[in-house]
């Protein structure tokens, strides 16, 4: 069941802006386990359907404009869907560091999975398509900048995640262990 509605896709997954109609799966994949595990430090509203309601509204605005990873201080969030069966299953996302544009350095991936499908390598796929679809936006504006990833240290699904769609360990911080890839 392929939309026409998607904005690039990988071989089983579709990447699309968020639509009001997945505001609840959402939210529910919000309050699993597994993401609250590693989202400990968010306020309380962070898990209510009011909160995102406001956020999926910034998302679909943001996505109506054009595409400009180094000034948007939104970020460009996408809908993770099964090709198969358009079901919401994630979201993956680019997000620049904090800062004026001509400061950055650094992308950051952000991504997640619901519990019930996680473990079959949707993840790895989707950073892997938001990489490549990040750097060829990069380059049509001649930004020469690396993507980077962060997981807590034992986090390690998302920590393989990172591994296996191509990005290196380079440092451990406080909470954090950062990873980066420079080109796709």
């Not at 639509?19 to 939210?27: A, F, I």
């Not at 962070?46 to 998302?59: G, R, S």
């Not at 997000?95 to 996680?118: N, V």
Request: aromatic content about 14%; glycine content about 8%; hydrophobic content about 40%.
């Amino acid at each position: 069941m392929i939309s026409d509605q998607y904005y690039f896709k990988s071989e089983r997954l579709l990447y699309r802006p968020f639509q009001m109609e997945d505001l609840q799966t959402y939210v529910d994949m919000c309050n699993e386990e597994s993401r609250r595990r590693w989202f400990y430090f968010q306020e309380p509203d962070c898990l209510l359907t009011d909160f995102w309601a406001k956020e999926f509204e910034n998302n679909i605005a943001n996505w109506s404009k054009k595409v400009d990873l180094l000034h948007s201080c939104a970020g460009y969030d996408l809908a993770v869907v099964l090709k198969e069966t358009g079901d919401l299953i994630g979201n993956v996302g680019l997000t620049k560091f904090h800062g004026p544009a001509d400061e950055l350095k650094d992308i950051e991936i952000g991504y997640q999975i619901g519990e019930a499908y996680q473990g079959k390598g949707y993840g790895t796929e989707a950073a892997k398509a938001a990489v490549k679809w990040g750097f060829t936006e990069l380059r049509k504006i001649g930004a020469e900048l690396k993507i980077v990833g962060k997981a807590e240290h034992d986090n390690w699904p998302s920590r393989r995640v990172l591994e296996k769609a191509g990005f290196i360990f380079v440092t451990a911080e406080q909470y954090v262990s950062i990873y980066e890839i420079i080109k796709s």
